[in-house]
């Protein structure tokens, strides 16, 4: 079927154009891979930190970079719980940890097993029900549920769930969020891949020698047909999958972008799910096993996506659909109807008899449209969509956003964990983030340099507190560790140094950090970064070109400003106008804080470039520079009023209201006040503000 006219070949060419003008090519293929992976790191690195210890892997699309902007493709975290050892073979029971053996048995389906629990001192079966979460078989075996999930899933959304993503957020990913326990030895009913040689001679045994290397998982989640549904576990091979996805070359990865481009736009009958993009991604890999190695080229391209939608329909004819790894697991197994098969197989074969002018109406990526101005069908300018160039910086734009919202979603979590830890603790917290710089591999390495500057800043200034309390002076040692954290981005932690130098009444230091930062402002389109709340930040074209001329991730410490964010033992090297944001809840306001997505509340949070302008009239203000005070005023107010990537206007118009009071505008001031209340009603300072304000003026009349 591979001999096929020369108008295949020029289809498939015109394909492989379209699909690199979209960004399916080895350059973004491999920018998409990175910086997913250097999220699932940093996750990891954070939970050590923060003693949650989970491990994440990032999978499906993202991280294989087998998407497209306009596939939407969530992202898929697998959360793998810590102190849980999942066993085959007795030889594998560990001494004092929860130990678990896998159970293959008449009654469990295919690619599922139990999980019976042990005992912790000795290598045998456990007898005792020690919760709700266990259950005793026929055969007097403790089960363990897999409703356990919602105990365990806790952790995980703490640090990727709510400030990553909200389902349905315009410009942010979905997340997908399983709890997974890891068995490190290769599951026994996956043994036949080992062996197994298709025609392609793919996997090479290298390739299969290092995917069994990564053992498997355990999900909690139950097969659609089993009569066990709460005392199932999915046994996942997903490393290797992902390892296996990361060896397709670019043609093969381009066939399973236009699968699911195909997928979401004809097969789905009425929007239901029922053939899945795994399925396409099984069926994928079946066919590259089975045929020669130089058929998956570029020119060939529409032969190989017609070869696999065949495979498909088979599939779909014979409600099978064979796991890559484990072939006994039907992945279509319960998964339709009569009626649903009948309507998937007649998409099926309507598309392949008329897949040239159905290729042509892909709306997604608008891909039907470039491909009819690719084939001359229709002149350019009759339809409008982005070029190339546009394309390339959006995505790379997205993927240094992700990095930078992460990195301040996972510091924002460390403070948390930090808040009320004593000296000796916060230390000890620096110290295990130091092991990941020193025997990390090369993602830790990326991830420690970008994450380490923030808690180097805290610990720092923590310490600067501490002396300033005790003598007002900064200790040499915090210095050290505030130097340490300078290049964090081009201003939040620039920013806290120049508090703790104002805080001892070193103003001429404070202006000379203040200066440069502000400098640094107007040498690069720089962008608000803050995770304490949702909303995606405005891009401006300037920073997307930017964006895309970048070379490696270390460029967002020089184009972003992150929030500066000081925790109570910090309270010492915070000025006294946003020290009341420390203490902005009252106990009726309490219960209107989220525990997880508000716990910055406790703290004094503000965005960079108010707070660059506010200490810089505080400081003038002190060295009589009134020139210069005011016009450090007229930016403030300026920021407050036109930025609109501000994530704490509040807290700014709560500055920007003692400074009125200061300039002995006190109608202004309570205007500010009012226009913050505006911008939160709870969980505010400007309410203690307005209080004062209204009682000095009261005792002045």
């Known amino acids: 079927m591979f001999q096929e006219p020369d108008y295949r070949e020029n289809l498939s060419l015109m394909l492989s154009e379209v699909l690199d003008d979209i960004g399916v090519n080895e350059r973004i293929v491999m920018r998409r891979r990175r910086g997913v992976m250097l999220l699932e790191t940093t996750g990891t690195i954070s939970s050590r930190l923060t003693d949650e210890n989970i491990t994440f892997f990032y999978l499906g699309s993202q991280s294989e970079g087998t998407t497209t902007i ?88 703490q640090q990727h769930g709510p400030s990553i993503a909200e389902q349905g957020q315009p410009g942010i990913c979905d997340i997908d969020i399983v709890t997974a326990f890891h068995c490190k030895s290769w599951p ?106 130089q058929i998956w080229k570029d020119n060939n391209l529409y032969t190989c996506v017609t070869y696999c939608l065949l495979e498909l329909h088979s599939c779909v004819q014979n409600d099978r659909c064979s796991h890559f790894i484990i072939p006994e697991n039907n992945l279509m197994a319960g998964q339709f109807t009569a009626e649903t098969k009948h309507e998937l197989s007649k998409n099926i074969c309507d598309f392949i008899q008329n897949d040239r002018q159905r290729l042509l109406s892909i709306y997604i990526d608008d891909l039907g449209h470039r491909l009819q101005v690719k084939l001359n069908r229709v002149p350019h300018g009759v339809y409008y969509f982005p070029c190339s160039l546009e394309i390339y910086e959006k995505i790379m734009t997205s993927a240094y956003i992700n990095i930078a919202n992460y990195i301040s979603l996972q510091h924002e979590l460390i403070l948390k964990h930090l808040h009320n830890k004593n000296i000796r603790t916060i230390k000890q917290s620096v110290g295990k983030l130091m092991t990941f710089s020193d025997n990390g591999n090369r993602l830790e390495h990326a991830a420690f340099k970008l994450l380490a500057p923030f808690l180097f800043t805290t610990y720092g200034s923590i310490l600067a507190s501490s002396s300033i309390g005790e003598n007002n002076q900064v200790s040499p040692q915090a210095l050290v560790w505030l130097t340490a954290g ?42 608000s970064i803050c995770s304490c709340h949702k909303k995606p930040p405005a891009v401006t074209a300037e920073f997307k070109r930017l964006c895309n001329e970048q070379q490696s991730e270390d460029c967002i410490k020089y184009i972003t400003a992150f929030c500066v964010r000081f925790i109570q033992r910090e309270v010492n090297c915070v000025p006294r106008e946003l020290q009341y944001e420390m203490f902005r809840s009252t106990q009726d306001d309490m219960i209107h804080r989220h525990e997880i997505e508000d716990c910055w509340m406790d703290w004094a949070v503000v965005d960079s470039l108010p707070f660059l302008y506010f200490l810089q009239y505080k400081i003038y203000r002190h060295l009589q520079r009134h020139r210069d005070q005011q016009q450090a005023l007229c930016k403030l107010i300026r920021t407050i009023n036109t930025d609109e990537n501000l994530r704490h206007r509040e807290t700014a118009l709560n500055i920007l209201g003692q400074c009125m009071e200061q300039e002995n505008r006190p109608q202004q001031a309570l205007k500010c006040y009012m226009l913050s209340l505006h911008q939160r009603a709870r969980n505010n300072a400007a309410n203690f503000h307005i209080c004062k304000l209204l009682s000095g003026l009261l005792v002045s009349q």
């Open 70 to 157: 306009g596939l939407e493709s969530d992202i898929d975290i697998l959360a793998c719980m810590p102190k849980v050892n999942i066993i085959q073979d007795w030889s594998e029971w560990e001494h004092g940890k929860l130990n678990f053996l896998m159970i293959l048995d008449e009654n469990t389906t295919p690619g599922y097993c139990f999980l019976q629990r042990l005992r912790n001192d000795v290598p045998l079966p456990s007898t005792v029900i020690p919760d709700e979460h266990y259950i005793t078989d026929r055969r007097g075996r403790i089960l363990f549920k897999n409703t356990v999930i919602n105990h365990f899933l806790q952790g995980a959304q």
């Open 188 to 293: 026994q009913s996956a043994s036949g891949w080992l062996d197994r040689q298709g025609i392609g001679i793919w996997p090479t045994q290298d390739m299969r020698r290092y995917a069994t290397s990564t053992g498997c998982f355990v999900v909690a989640t139950g097969s659609k047909v089993s009569e066990y549904p709460e005392l199932e576990w999915r046994i996942s091979t997903s490393m290797a999958e992902r390892f296996v996805m990361f060896n397709l070359n670019i043609t093969q990865i381009r066939c399973y972008v236009l699968l699911k481009m195909i997928l979401k736009s004809f097969l789905n009958p009425q929007d239901e799910i029922n053939i899945s993009s795994f399925m396409c991604k099984t069926v994928l890999l079946h066919c590259i096993e089975n045929t020669e190695s």
């Open 486 to 527: 300078l290049n964090s981005d081009i201003s939040s932690s620039r920013l806290k140094l120049a508090s703790v130098f104002y805080s001892t009444g070193d103003m001429e230091k404070a202006e000379q950090i203040l200066r440069h930062t502000e400098q640094q402002y107007y040498s690069y389109p720089v962008l």
